[in-house]
């Protein structure tokens, strides 16, 4: 297993505390108003559950992006190609576990100007 890393984001940062060629551990800090790029993964297969905040969670269901927002304690799935976004409706951090693919993200919309 590697260090632990902290990597910078617009939207906020990402501590990376786990990570092997199985799997990824990841805390998520989306700052209050910021959100993560509307996106999919090809292989990426990740459950995010939040620890703290409140977000606004997007993902396609049948063709329409349909939000709800989720609390502390709150879990969900993202199988690939599902496409989801995460908008921090309060400071929010997130644990995120992921298949290791980190570059995997495809970005449909992006408010700070990042392709994929």
């Given at each position: 297993?590697?260090?632990?890393?902290?990597v910078?984001?617009?939207?906020?940062y990402?501590?990376?505390w786990?990570?092997?060629?199985?799997?990824?551990?990841?805390?998520?800090?989306?700052?209050?108003?910021?959100?993560l790029?509307?996106?999919?993964?090809?292989?990426k297969d990740?459950?995010?559950?939040?620890?703290s905040?409140?977000i606004?969670?997007?993902?396609?269901?049948?063709?329409k992006?349909?939000?709800?927002e989720?609390?502390?304690?709150?879990?969900?799935?993202?199988?690939?190609?599902?496409?989801?976004?995460?908008?921090?409706?309060?400071?929010?951090?997130?644990?995120?576990?992921?298949t290791?693919e980190?570059?995997d993200?495809?970005?449909l919309?992006?408010?700070?100007?990042?392709?994929?």
């Amino acid at each position: 297993m590697s260090d632990v890393t902290r990597v910078e984001k617009p939207w906020g940062y990402e501590i990376h505390w786990a990570k092997t060629d199985r799997y990824v551990g990841k805390v998520i800090h989306i700052n209050k108003g910021h959100a993560l790029s509307l996106q999919y993964h090809n292989q990426k297969d990740e459950v995010i559950h939040v620890w703290s905040g409140k977000i606004l969670f997007e993902m396609d269901v049948n063709g329409k992006l349909e939000g709800r927002e989720m609390l502390p304690g709150e879990s969900v799935h993202v199988t690939p190609p599902t496409i989801h976004r995460m908008t921090a409706i309060e400071e929010s951090d997130i644990l995120e576990a992921s298949t290791p693919e980190l570059d995997d993200v495809v970005r449909l919309e992006d408010r700070y100007g990042r392709k994929t």
